[in-house]
């Protein structure tokens, strides 16, 4: 195949990535866009595999790698559950990090089957750059990602580890890294050590970046990570001088960074004071003053008939809901309602659940049809025409300091308005505070009633108090 | 004036495609974010191209001049990166697909 051709091949697998995500756009076109990344990834593969010399062994490694890494992606995909999407996400973009790695480091130590040696088999000053930047950033969405999946997964706890020192460590790894692509450009690819050092430099940068966010910042840590393996991936499209991978690092690259951009703005926070990290540990001088005044308790009955007798009833849905695995039970009692003639819509905040869209997902996954789910600018002036609003495992996206209370770490934040409503019912475990560690004042309003318990129980129990 | 280095125009390529990601992506409805974020990683697993690459180093070409038997390094290291994006590949895009057939209109 003629290198020309094949460029032109990889541009077209390039456009068919960007009408995938175009079709992402509305769910009717979701599938077919979905379609189109799989053609242009088809496209891209086999273009390469007429591209490069193949020979008995090549050809082994090739079909046995496929078969194995799909064999186990596939398996992933069918048995993973809606509500281990976060870490299932993160898992995905630690192996993107770590291939990155890989490709970069076989580029510095066969350039020739990479077509960027000269003739005594030394690399451009440029290529060295390309792939020192490729291996950094995979290593950083490698070790990142890792803790992210620990975090999300359970595995480690939620909580910010802050390090002594911490800024000023992360900026001696990132000078060092500096330091030793500099090194490594200089020697013409010689200096193979200085290679490695940048990559275990960024390992280690990866995690001293990550671990100090709080597990509630997770969906900006997540999809920054993703944005990551998105420049990672567009540098080595440089070295690889591939347009498929530089148009496909560049999409990834931005959509990573608005996915950040929307997160921190429904939290108003900026995106550097979370990347800096320990949110939620000065919150906690406020929660330990402890509730105040007197919350209302109510049983599912007494939900279960305010509710059957409503006339409009919006469900508020957070990360307790998908704790509990509730959304099926609440699927139950919207149709419930629906058939009393009650009015049922969802409201959904950005960063409600440990990812971008994490909320819709799992709504879906219960049969939730996607035109009675709302956003934030799209339903919160519904509320005041609702008689009750169904809080179910958020707390901190729906509470009114955030609006009226200057001195609250969350002010400015926007919030679903709830307390509008009629009735506001909130299914929580405990009083506690959310993770901002913030007090939220509705619990002790009088329109509020605390349905305390299980989310997952208590939607079943007003389930059968309804029927 | 001399020649224009290739490098300048993949540099066009790429900060033209960050563009049509920002317009793109501002395009997507929040409630596919999920979907998203798994389509994006299937779609960046495209690095698989690098790791074929690495994967057949060296073959049907002479000995490399420097003759540090990179090769067999490179062709070790690229056959775990093709594991590892296939993984990516038909993870990202069948659990996208079986995502995005959960979205349902209402029934009428």
């Known amino acids: 195949m003629s290198a020309n051709l094949a460029a032109l091949l990889y541009l077209a697998s390039g456009i068919l990535f960007i009408l995938a995500l175009r079709g992402l756009s509305s769910p009717e076109t979701a599938r077919q866009g979905n379609l189109f990344g799989m053609v242009g990834m088809a496209i891209a593969i086999v273009t390469t595999l007429f591209a490069v010399n193949l020979d008995g062994a090549g050809i082994a490694l090739i079909v046995g790698g496929v078969a194995i890494g799909g064999g186990i992606g596939a398996i992933i995909a069918r048995r993973i559950p809606m509500t281990a999407m976060p870490q299932l996400v993160a898992a995905f973009h630690s192996l993107v990090g770590m291939a990155a790695v890989l490709v970069a480091a076989a580029a510095l130590y066969a350039p020739e089957a990479f077509h960027i040696a000269n003739d005594v088999g030394d690399l451009k000053a440029l290529s060295l750059f390309e792939l020192s930047l490729g291996t950094a950033i995979g290593a950083i969405t490698f070790s990142g990602s890792v803790i992210a999946f620990a975090k999300l997964n359970g595995n480690m706890s939620g909580a910010p580890i802050l390090l002594p020192a911490r800024h000023l460590i992360n900026i001696a790894i990132g000078v060092f890294i500096a330091v030793m692509i500099a090194f490594l450009m200089a020697s013409g690819g010689d200096a193979k050590t200085a290679f490695w050092l940048i990559t275990i430099a960024a390992f280690i940068l990866g995690v001293t970046l990550i671990i100090p966010i709080g597990g509630a910042d997770m969906p900006v840590v997540v999809s920054m990570l993703n944005s990551y393996s998105g420049w990672a991936a567009a540098a080595l499209g440089f070295t690889l001088e591939n347009t498929a991978l530089l148009v496909t690092g560049a999409l990834v690259g931005s959509s990573g960074a608005i996915l950040s951009y929307i997160m921190c703005k429904g939290m108003n926070r900026s995106f550097i004071s979370v990347i800096l990290g320990g949110f939620g540990e000065d919150g906690s001088a406020s929660a330990a003053a402890g509730p105040q005044g007197n919350a209302k308790q109510g049983s599912a009955e007494d939900a279960a008939f305010v509710m059957k007798n409503a006339g409009k009833v919006i469900i508020v849905p957070g990360y307790g809901m998908a704790v509990a695995q509730a959304q099926h039970a609440l699927k139950e009692m919207g149709d419930l309602l629906k058939a009393e003639g009650v009015d049922v819509a969802y409201a959904i905040h950005p960063v409600a659940g440990r990812m971008p869209g994490h909320m819709n997902v799992l709504l879906a996954e219960a049969n939730v049809p996607y035109d009675e789910v709302f956003e934030l600018e799209d339903i919160n002036s519904d509320f005041s025409n609702a008689d009750v609003a169904f809080v179910i495992g958020a707390n901190d996206v729906t509470n009114p300091a955030a609006e009226d209370d200057p001195g609250s770490p969350i002010y400015g934040m926007p919030v679903l308005q709830v307390w509008k409503a009629g009735t506001v019912f909130f299914v929580k475990r405990s009083l506690g505070s959310g993770y901002a560690g913030v007090e939220n004042p509705l619990f002790f309003r009088d329109n509020t009633m605390m349905l305390l318990g299980d989310a997952k129980k208590m939607t079943e129990e007003i389930n059968k108090a309804m029927g | ?108």
């Open chain 2, 1 to 108: 004036m001399e020649a224009v280095d290739p490098t300048i125009y993949r540099l066009a390529i790429f900060v033209l495609a960050v563009f049509v990601g920002y317009y793109v992506v501002w395009s997507v409805t929040p409630a596919l974010h999920t979907p998203l974020m798994a389509v994006t990683n299937a779609i960046s697993s495209v690095i698989i191209v690098g790791a074929l690459l690495a994967a057949t180093a060296g073959v049907g070409a002479p000995p490399s001049p420097d003759g540090d038997g990179g090769e067999g390094f490179s062709r070790i290291v690229g056959t775990i990166a093709i594991i590892l994006a296939s993984v990516n590949i038909f993870g990202g895009f069948l659990v996208t697909q079986r995502m995005l057939a959960m979205y349902k209109k209402k029934e009428r």
